[in-house]
């Protein structure tokens, strides 16, 4: 790549996303075999994964349920006949030499997902060319120090779901945000955990670009190895520079997959990419095709529970939230459902949300949790909230308290009383602390008098020191202007 830096508004980006997504079933997809993950390696196989002679393969009806389940939530078309297909490759994570997965007739089809596009300041929608059902491959653990590699075929036969998009993403940020979308309508499914460290969920990327106004698309490249959904961002960006800069030196980019490397924040080429022709799909023989009644969809759709974007919907007209805060609450189930059940103790909706998506975030953030990993209750958040409406506690304390409370479990209302960090209250208690306190800074009292209303902020805060911060600040104010002649 050349040290120069192209003109972004030279060309356009063409992006299209395929997102794998392992079910959470109890059994693999074709076979009896469990799915629970972290097992001993190889110890969670039969001969039908490993495609044994004479083995045959049942299809999961758990999976098949929970794939239409996933179709049916990205508003896909569900096909009324189900095939499945033979695609052939060798690889040594794969030992049958081919995978069960769909072709020509996937599940579903013509879906899509809306997003908030930044660029455009307005909803955006992504189509969903196909979500389809097949098998996964095991993993291949590659040990350079000692020249060779070994494999684990307990991952293989694993339900997964593969949903591509059509070419609709025009930047690495719409890309993240259609990733933070669909991850969101996924959990709300529970069909998967969606655990990117453990393999639930992987994307790989296609993206080419083109000069601004051509309608034909440029070289396709495949990204692969983008282990988050930053990643994925970060490394659309660097492809992005990387093409431009090759047509800009009129260089020629090459059809292929490349791999993402994380540390190095650089592609570099794996293979030149495969076309359909290459797998030599043809129907699978050990599986039937067959008809799925429109009952049985109907049974499934019905039993949606309510997505995201109805979700934040409804926060917005029973909350009174902006789109803004009930978008970002509802991002997470787990978020969305602690909102919710603090909603239900406390009115003021708004200051809750302003605690989530604040110091609660934030504090969650530093420490490389999740709101999963949350030990202050919604009770115990509101018990705080209403310490600060009764003139308990500051909102300083109330800070403080919080980020207590998260690290250690200890309710906030127990910290405090431990503590004492009840603020002051007593007037009379106040009076005398006031009048010391003017009593030692004459010329800030002297100052005030004399029209210089800045010197006010240095007596409260004398009187805070003096109560070591205990003090409530209002009454402070009011009680040194009384004892000021205001």
């Given at each position: 790549?050349?040290?120069?830096?192209?003109?972004?508004?030279?060309?356009?980006?063409?992006?299209?996303?395929?997102?794998?997504?392992?079910?959470?079933?109890?059994?693999?997809?074709?076979?009896?075999?469990?799915?629970?993950?972290?097992?001993?390696?190889?110890?969670?196989?039969?001969?039908?994964?490993?495609?044994?002679?004479?083995?045959?393969?049942?299809?999961?009806?758990?999976?098949?349920?929970?794939?239409?389940?996933?179709?049916?939530?990205?508003?896909?078309?569900?096909?009324?006949?189900?095939?499945?297909?033979?695609?052939?490759?060798?690889?040594?994570?794969?030992?049958?030499?081919?995978?069960?997965?769909?072709?020509?007739?996937?599940?579903?089809?013509?879906?899509?997902?809306?997003?908030?596009?930044?660029?455009?300041?307005?909803?955006?929608?992504?189509?969903?060319?196909?979500?389809?059902?097949?098998?996964?491959?095991?993993?291949?653990?590659?040990?350079?120090?000692?020249?060779?590699?070994?494999?684990?075929?307990?991952?293989?036969?694993?339900?997964?779901?593969?949903?591509?998009t059509e070419p609709d993403i025009g930047t690495p940020q719409e890309a993240y945000d259609y990733l933070t979308r669909l991850k969101a309508i996924l959990e709300y499914l529970r069909v998967s955990d969606c655990d990117m460290e453990k393999g639930s969920l992987r994307c790989d990327a296609n993206?080419?670009?083109?000069?601004?106004?051509?309608?034909?698309?440029?070289?396709?490249?495949?990204?692969?190895?983008?282990?988050?959904?930053?990643?994925?961002?970060?490394?659309?960006?660097?492809?992005?520079?990387?093409?431009?800069?090759?047509?800009?030196?009129?260089?020629?980019?090459?059809?292929?997959?490349?791999?993402?490397?994380?540390?190095?924040?650089?592609?570099?080429?794996?293979?030149?990419?495969?076309?359909?022709?290459?797998?030599?799909?043809?129907?699978?023989?050990?599986?039937?095709?067959?008809?799925?009644?429109?009952?049985?969809?109907?049974?499934?759709?019905?039993?949606?529970?309510?997505?995201?974007?109805?979700?934040?919907?409804?926060?917005?007209?029973?909350?009174?939230?902006?789109?803004?805060?009930?978008?970002?609450?509802?991002?997470?189930?787990?978020?969305?459902?602690?909102?919710?059940?603090?909603?239900?103790?406390?009115?003021?909706?708004?200051?809750?949300?302003?605690?989530?998506?604040?110091?609660?975030?934030?504090?969650?953030?530093?420490?490389?949790?999740?709101?999963?990993?949350?030990?202050?209750?919604?009770?115990?958040?509101?018990?705080?909230?209403?310490?600060?409406?009764?003139?308990?506690?500051?909102?300083?304390?109330?800070?403080?308290?919080?980020?207590?409370?998260?690290?250690?479990?200890?309710?906030?209302?127990?910290?405090?009383?431990?503590?004492?960090?009840?603020?002051?209250?007593?007037?009379?208690?106040?009076?005398?602390?006031?009048?010391?306190?003017?009593?030692?800074?004459?010329?800030?009292?002297?100052?005030?008098?004399?029209?210089?209303?800045?010197?006010?902020?240095?007596?409260?805060?004398?009187?805070?020191?003096?109560?070591?911060?205990?003090?409530?600040?209002?009454?402070?104010?009011?009680?040194?202007?009384?004892?000021?002649?205001?």
């Open positions: 790549m050349t040290g120069h830096e192209p003109r972004a508004t030279k060309y356009e980006t063409v992006i299209g996303l395929e997102v794998h997504l392992q079910l959470k079933t109890g059994t693999k997809v074709f076979c009896g075999c469990s799915t629970k993950f972290g097992q001993r390696p190889n110890s969670q196989t039969c001969p039908v994964c490993l495609g044994l002679p004479g083995s045959l393969p049942v299809l999961n009806g758990e999976a098949f349920h929970s794939a239409v389940k996933v179709a049916l939530a990205l508003n896909c078309t569900v096909q009324s006949m189900i095939k499945f297909d033979r695609k052939n490759y060798y690889y040594p994570d794969l030992p049958k030499n081919f995978q069960i997965s769909q072709y020509d007739m996937p599940l579903s089809y013509d879906g899509f997902v809306d997003i908030f596009s930044e660029a455009d300041k307005a909803r955006k929608r992504i189509r969903i060319k196909r979500v389809h059902l097949e098998e996964d491959a095991g993993k291949l653990i590659h040990a350079p120090e000692d020249n060779c590699s070994f494999v684990d075929y307990n991952r293989t036969g694993m339900p997964l779901l593969e949903i591509v993206i080419s670009v083109r000069r601004s106004g051509e309608k034909k698309l440029g070289t396709k490249v495949e990204l692969k190895n983008m282990n988050t959904f930053k990643g994925v961002k970060v490394g659309l960006e660097y492809e992005t520079k990387r093409q431009v800069s090759l047509v800009e030196d009129a260089q020629v980019i090459r059809q292929e997959t490349r791999l993402w490397d994380a540390d190095k924040a650089i592609t570099s080429s794996m293979r030149t990419k495969e076309e359909a022709m290459d797998y030599r799909y043809f129907p699978e023989p050990d599986l039937v095709p067959f008809t799925v009644d429109t009952a049985v969809i109907d049974r499934i759709r019905a039993s949606l529970p309510e997505l995201p974007e109805a979700k934040a919907n409804r926060f917005m007209k029973d909350f009174g939230l902006s789109e803004y805060d009930a978008n970002v609450i509802t991002g997470q189930l787990e978020l969305a459902d602690y909102f919710e059940a603090c909603a239900a103790r406390y009115d003021n909706r708004k200051t809750i949300a302003n605690w989530i998506m604040g110091d609660i975030t934030a504090y969650l953030n530093t420490a490389d949790l999740s709101i999963h990993d949350m030990k202050v209750t919604p009770d115990g958040l509101i018990g705080l909230l209403k310490m600060i409406d009764s003139g308990k506690i500051s909102g300083k304390m109330a800070k403080e308290v919080m980020v207590e409370a998260i690290g250690t479990g200890d309710a906030p209302a127990d910290i405090v009383a431990k503590k004492g960090l009840a603020q002051i209250s007593d007037s009379a208690r106040l009076e005398e602390v006031v009048r010391a306190v003017i009593a030692r800074n004459v010329k800030s009292a002297s100052d005030y008098k004399g029209g210089k209303k800045a010197a006010l902020a240095h007596l409260v805060g004398q009187v805070m020191k003096e109560t070591k911060g205990a003090a409530n600040p209002a009454m402070v104010n009011d009680i040194l202007k009384k004892n000021l002649g205001e």
